[in-house]
C-alpha cells in the first residue's frame, strides 16, 4: 500500500518535469511525509495540457451523501479497479498522477515495525497512478480529492509490503493522462509493478509515523541521522 510518502522537490521543479505553464496550486511547499486528507499536487490533463494542482489525499465519490469514510479510500487496488463502485467509473476520465520522489512503508521484524524510504536510485521525481474525483456538498462548495494505485510488490517490496503504488514511467505517464484514451483494457495494462532494479530501499526514523513530523530531517537514513 501506500500511506505516506515525500515530494520534497521545488514548485519550479514540478513545472518543468510535468511541463505546465499554468499552475492552479497556490501554496506549494514540499513534504517530507505527506499523509492521508491533507491536500497534495497532482497533476492531471485537460485535453491539451497538464495542469497542476491540489487534491485531497483520500477519495471522496462524486456520488456520495456526505462528506466522511474519505480516510478509507487512500488506495485502490489496480486488480479490483473496474469492479468497485468508487473507481469503475473515473478510470476513463478522472485520471491523475501523484508526483513523488519516494515513499514510506513498514517492514514487520521480531522486534516490531521499522519505517523504510524506498525511492528510484536516480533519486529522480516519479509519478504514481491514480484517480480523482469531485463532490458537491449540500451548500454547493466542491471538494477534489484523490486516491493512489496499488499493484503487487516488486521483488525489493516483497519484504517490505505485498503492496506497492504503481509508478509510471515517462511513456506510460503520457498513456495514463491523455484524457482522449479511453481504451479500457490497455489502460489497465499499464498498472504493473515498477521494475525493482532501479529502485532503493533505506531505513529512516520512527518519527515518520507521526502525521504531525514533516521536516527534511526524516529523509536521514536512521542510524547515521536519526532524528
Not at 63 to 73: F, I, P, T, V
Not at 192 to 209: F, I, N, T
Request: proline share 6%.
Amino acid at each position: 500500500m501506500c500511506g505516506r510518502y515525500t515530494i520534497t522537490v521545488t514548485f519550479e521543479e514540478l513545472m518543468t518535469r510535468y511541463f505546465i505553464d499554468d499552475p492552479s496550486f497556490d501554496q506549494y511547499a514540499p513534504k517530507f511525509n505527506a499523509a492521508p486528507m491533507q491536500y497534495i499536487p497532482a497533476v492531471i490533463h485537460d485535453g491539451k495540457r497538464n495542469k497542476l494542482g491540489a487534491l485531497r489525499w483520500g477519495l471522496l465519490p462524486s456520488w456520495s451523501k456526505e462528506d466522511k469514510n474519505a480516510a478509507k479510500l487512500i488506495n485502490a487496488r489496480s486488480e479490483s479497479l473496474l469492479e468497485k463502485a468508487s473507481f469503475k467509473s473515473l478510470v476513463a476520465s478522472r485520471r491523475c498522477v501523484i508526483p513523488a520522489d519516494g515513499f514510506y512503508d513498514w517492514q514487520v521484524k521480531e522486534d516490531g515495525k521499522h519505517p523504510l524510504r524506498i525511492m528510484l536510485q536516480d533519486g529522480g521525481i516519479f509519478s504514481m497512478a491514480g484517480l480523482y474525483d469531485i463532490w458537491t456538498g449540500p451548500d454547493g462548495a466542491k471538494i477534489s480529492t484523490c486516491t493512489i494505485i496499488t499493484t503487487a510488490a516488486n521483488s525489493l517490496m516483497a519484504d517490505i509490503h505485498d503492496r506497492m503504488p504503481v509508478i509510471l514511467n515517462r511513456d506510460t505517464e503520457a498513456q495514463w493522462l491523455d484524457r482522449s484514451n479511453r481504451d479500457i483494457p490497455a489502460l489497465m495494462k499499464l498498472l504493473q509493478p515498477y521494475d525493482s532494479g532501479q529502485m532503493l530501499a533505506y531505513p529512516v526514523s520512527p518519527a515518520v509515523g507521526n502525521v504531525r513530523n514533516d521536516y527534511r530531517e526524516l529523509l536521514h537514513r536512521a542510524g547515521a541521522d536519526a532524528v
